[in-house]
């Protein structure tokens, strides 16, 4: 038996992805579209990256969490879209198990990290809002790293337990997966073993990595509109939401199509619709994230106007 099941581990080495389809016009229309937002993604969120470096003004706990943030949108845009783009132009949809397995780790350990991260900042903006004269004391640089270096850990420490689990699956029939990228449901549901064990793993990881830092997130709103509308001037309501009106956008579209993708069941009639779901969060989001924060956000905005001023500076400087 010990055997049987070691040949049906390896009788399937590699993986098919469909992708969108194997139309030529949609497979240009593909790659340049997907080009397009990966460069943006890469540099819209490097830019943010330097501002927050560069910009003493910058140097506080929320940009700090926004850094981490752009950092992760740059490397989760990294571990998916490369792949897509090298699949539209060449043709070559094959993935090995190997490079699936890799990707689905990261691709799972960025998104798990982005959850708690997103929680993290939600906590952030309650304090500065609700608690405003402990706000310093309370989310001083110590704690700023260790939140931020919980998220890291335990988003990545999370799905190395259930990459592991689907290591030890069975796959001898099917290898053709209807998706873009190598995604856990699509991935298990190749394997010819029994899922029973699985389901219940995903079921319990989903809740400690997406379902408690989004009531987390729920609470910490909840907390924050209730503080703004006990604020008497439209003007001090107005100051207060914008500082958090950003993060709330970008919340909103990340967990809402999570959740859909994620939490809705997973039927062939739902299977295209899960996967444009899927393009949200894994493509348009990382995108839009540095777009929404420096477009909403006033001090960003005057970060950017100081930047090239900075660069002369730097540019005039004789270091040696």
């Known amino acids: 038996m010990v055997n049987t099941r070691s040949k049906n581990q390896t009788s399937v080495t590699e993986f098919i992805l469909?992708?969108?389809?194997?139309?030529?016009e949609l497979q240009a229309l593909v790659f340049v579209l997907f080009l397009v937002i990966y460069v943006v993604t890469v540099a819209g969120?490097?830019?943010?990256?330097?501002?927050?470096?560069?910009?003493q003004h910058l140097h506080t706990p929320m940009y700090f969490y926004l850094g981490n943030l752009?950092?992760?949108?740059?490397?989760?845009?990294?571990?998916?879209?490369?792949?897509?783009?090298?699949?539209?132009?060449?043709?070559?949809?094959?993935?090995?198990?190997?490079?699936?397995i890799t990707q689905l780790y990261f691709f799972g350990?960025?998104?798990a990290t982005e959850c708690f991260l997103f929680s993290v900042m939600s906590y952030d903006r309650y304090l500065a809002i609700c608690k405003p004269l402990h706000y310093m004391a309370i989310m001083n640089s110590k704690l700023c790293l260790q939140l931020a270096a919980v998220s890291w850990i335990s988003g990545f420490v999370g799905n190395t337990v259930t990459t592991l689990s689907i290591t030890q699956l069975t796959f001898c029939g099917s290898n053709v997966i209807d998706h873009f990228i190598c995604d856990?449901?699509?991935?298990?549901?190749?394997?010819c073993s029994d899922l029973h064990l699985m389901y219940i793993l995903i079921f319990i990881f989903s809740i400690l990595f997406m379902l408690m830092p989004f009531l987390l997130i729920l609470t910490s709103y909840i907390c924050i509109i209730t503080a703004i509308l006990r604020i008497p001037s439209n003007t001090g309501r107005q100051k207060a939401f914008?500082?958090?009106?950003?993060?709330?956008?970008?919340?909103?579209?990340?967990?809402?199509?999570?959740?859909?993708?994620?939490?809705?069941?997973s039927t062939h009639s739902l299977r295209d619709?899960?996967?444009?779901?899927?393009?949200?969060?894994?493509?348009l989001t990382p995108m839009v994230n540095p777009l929404i924060y420096s477009l909403r956000n006033k001090e960003v905005k005057e970060a950017l106007k100081r930047l090239p001023k900075m660069c002369r500076f730097y540019n005039n400087c004789n270091f040696f």
């Open 273 to 283: 619709l899960s996967k444009m779901f899927s393009v949200t969060y894994t493509v």
């Open 184 to 191: 856990f449901i699509p991935v298990i549901q190749l394997s």
């Open 109 to 111: 350990g960025l998104a």
């Open 18 to 24: 469909l992708g969108f389809g194997n139309k030529y």
């Open 70 to 100: 752009s950092f992760l949108e740059t490397c989760y845009s990294s571990t998916t879209l490369p792949r897509v783009l090298m699949s539209t132009l060449t043709g070559e949809n094959h993935i090995s198990f190997t490079s699936c």
């Open 45 to 55: 969120n490097i830019l943010i990256i330097v501002l927050i470096l560069t910009d």
């Open 242 to 265: 914008s500082t958090c009106s950003s993060h709330l956008i970008v919340v909103t579209i990340f967990y809402g199509t999570l959740i859909i993708v994620y939490m809705f069941p």
